[in-house]
């Protein structure tokens, strides 16, 4: 059985990106100012980001069951016998399970994956698929060892400007101008389903530093119960300045030096609308994969 892995740009994984991996990448939709643009396709990082910034109206979308499915049916009608798709969470989306159910009129060619990721961490979880396919492992086998090992992850985030989680009714109008005020960060974290408020600090500078600590916190817990674990540490951001980026992803090499693979991929789309632009983040997985 030749098996295809398909994802979407939430992984931080984009089509022209995933051509390189040998996987098949679909564009996530977002609205702007009511016009429909796709992750990757036909807006890039920073465009976004000014929309943002400048005050338009921004929110995020599902893919089209038609967009879903054109893919799988031009996968199948290419060469492969089936398919191993993984979107985002669906604890943070419903495209998950409307996956679910367009995937039953493919008598089982097409496996939905619901192993609870989003961003770097998802990422990994394509990486490991890919693996597992190009090694004979079957679609149905490779979405079962992925839903398995969902929990073995971790993400902590922390937003520059409280008003859109305000926005996105995550923070209330009196809590957010609270917090501007105050210069209050929150940190979030999630292991596979909604985000979650786990302490507030004041300033990014402090809440960069939480974010480091909850990571070693999160590897050396890890290490201990699995110590031939191999980790994976993602840098992640909504950055509107490459400096700032590639200095984040520096104090993360220099908190982890005995993390083999560390590397800077950006938010997706789906997590800045709600975020908002510089947001900070750090991804951490056990792959599956041996490398």
């Known amino acids: 059985m030749k098996t295809a892995v398909m994802t979407d740009s939430n992984s931080g994984i984009k089509p022209e990106e995933g051509e390189k991996l040998g ?24 465009e976004f980001y000014d929309s943002m910034i400048s005050g338009k109206d921004v929110t995020s979308s599902q893919p089209s069951p038609g967009d879903v499915m054109d893919m799988w049916d031009s996968i199948l009608e290419n060469g492969y016998d089936e398919v191993v798709y993984i979107p985002m969470s669906s604890g943070l989306s419903a495209s998950c399970h409307a996956a679910i159910q ?3 009129e493919y008598d089982g060619k097409v496996q939905v994956v619901d192993n609870h990721r989003i ?36 993400i902590f985030l922390t937003v520059d400007d409280l008003k859109y989680l305000k926005k996105g009714g995550r ?23 909604k985000f979650d408020a786990i302490e507030k600090v004041r300033g990014m500078k402090k809440s960069l530093a939480k974010l480091l600590d909850y990571t070693e916190e999160f590897v050396n817990k890890t290490l201990a119960e699995k110590p031939d674990a191999e980790i994976r540490i993602g840098a992640a951001g909504t950055f509107t ?13 220099e908190r982890f030096p005995n993390v083999k693979d560390i590397y800077y991929n950006p938010l997706s789309f789906s997590i800045c609308c709600h975020t908002g632009p510089d947001a900070v983040g750090i991804g951490v997985s056990v792959i599956l994969r041996d490398e």
């Open 23 to 46: 996987v098949f990448s679909l564009s996530m939709p977002v609205i702007i100012d009511g016009k429909v643009y796709f992750e990757g396709k036909d807006i890039e990082e920073k």
């Open 102 to 104: 367009l995937s039953e």
């Open 171 to 193: 923070i209330t109008p009196a809590a957010a101008t609270l917090g501007a005020v105050l210069n209050i960060k929150p940190i979030l974290t999630t292991v596979g389903e």
């Open 119 to 154: 961003s770097v961490t998802m990422r990994e979880a394509v990486k490991d698929a890919k693996w597992m396919a190009d090694n004979g492992v079957s679609a149905k086998e490779i979405k079962d060892a992925l839903e398995k090992n969902a929990y073995d992850s971790v």
């Open 241 to 253: 300045n490459d400096q700032a980026a590639e200095e984040w992803y520096n104090e993360v090499k």
